[in-house]
């Protein structure tokens, strides 16, 4: 079984960062990918972004490139996500998703574990 635990979640004024961490724990990981999504009250589950564990690629949502960017610690299984200019959009729970396959999924059916969610709160 597989743990992820998000923090850093918060308040933040409009064009100010945060920084969410998500740790993995339990099975070891080889090869997998490490992702974050966000939803929004009324909204469906979204892809914001991902990162292969073992390659180190990555891959953005279209709202968030340029802003956002995903990172993570091997030796600490943390994957981290660094998010500049925040925007009143961009408020939302965002869960950290773990998939057993690599690949930079960006379907929520592809990914095999979920923590249990961080709030962003951005106020204009």
């Known amino acids: 079984q597989v743990e992820l635990v998000e923090s850093g979640g918060g308040s933040v004024q409009a064009g100010g960062s945060l920084r969410l961490s998500c740790a993995a724990s339990?099975?070891?990981?080889?090869?997998?990918?490490m992702a974050w999504f966000r939803q929004a009250p009324g909204k469906e589950r979204g892809f914001v972004t991902a990162?292969?564990?073992?390659?180190?690629?990555?891959y953005y949502a279209d709202s968030v490139k340029g802003r956002f960017t995903i990172s993570r610690d091997n030796a600490k299984k943390t994957v981290y996500l660094q998010m500049n200019g925040l925007k009143p959009e961009d408020t939302a729970v965002y869960y950290c998703a773990a998939a057993l396959k690599g690949g930079l999924w960006v379907g929520v059916d592809r990914y095999d574990y979920w923590g249990q969610g961080t709030q962003v709160t951005v106020t204009s």
């Open positions: 990162i292969t564990w073992g390659y180190d690629s990555t």
């Open positions: 339990g099975r070891p990981f080889s090869s997998n990918t």
